[in-house]
């Protein structure tokens, strides 16, 4: 999970891998994903118990959503 | 397995060191800080290891990484208002680390693994105040959330 100048940067990086082509994202966007409650939240004294929370699944569901798959994954 | 509320005082204490100073106690420390057996503390590490997309060095019970941070440095530099000592799990979990230190700038500075180029990004709780270069991207080869032993590698 790796930061590139450029989108043709990550694409000329030796492990890249043209299945997972969905997960070239401009770091804005990178950076509105984790800003999920998953990563916010991480600071609070009952992290562990908040994820098990209603609120915490329904974050990791959330963020889930929001994460690229594999091209094969979605065929 | 620990309590909930032995997990949850284990997982603060050690992220609280990590943001503090950049390094993850022992777990001899964790165990004097949260005032437990140092066996007990050993086996909460590797719990909440396992809870977390975290790992130990393999083989070890030493915690190489503790996300979005990274005791073992990486290309991913951060200085914290100006201040050095931190690196960062990956470039994706950069740009969470804003969270753990509200009203404090982070700056993440980092080679671009194509072709060396340096890259800068700077965050300050919601607003990205600078990306240099500005088609700066993010890029991972494997499913976020993947197999824990393919962690330190993808």
Known sequence: MNLFRSEEHAKRWNGYDA???????????????????????????????????????AAFKELRSHLPRPVEADS | MA???LLDRGYSAIMAEVVDCGRAPHFTELAADLDIEIDAARELMHELVGM??????????????????????????????????????????????????????????????????????????????????????????AEIGGAADSRPFR
């Open chain 2, 3 to 5: 309590d909930l509320e």
């Open chain 2, 52 to 141: 977390t997309p975290g790992w130990v060095h393999p083989g070890t019970d030493l915690l190489a990484s503790f996300p979005p941070f990274n005791m073992q440095p990486t290309q991913y530099h951060v200085t914290i208002d100006g201040q050095s000592g931190w690196y960062a799990q990956c470039g994706l979990e950069a740009t969470a680390m804003r969270w753990l230190v509200p009203g404090k700038t982070i700056r993440i500075e980092a080679p671009c693994l194509c072709c060396g180029e340096s890259m800068v990004l700077e965050m300050c709780d919601e607003e990205i105040v600078s990306v240099d270069p500005e088609p700066m991207v993010g890029y991972t080869s």
């Open chain 1, 19 to 57: 299945a997972m082509v969905a997960a070239i994202k401009p770091v804005a966007e990178w950076a509105e994903i984790f800003s999920n409650p998953f990563f916010r939240q991480r600071g609070r004294p009952d992290y562990i118990s908040w994820t098990r929370t209603e609120e915490g699944g």
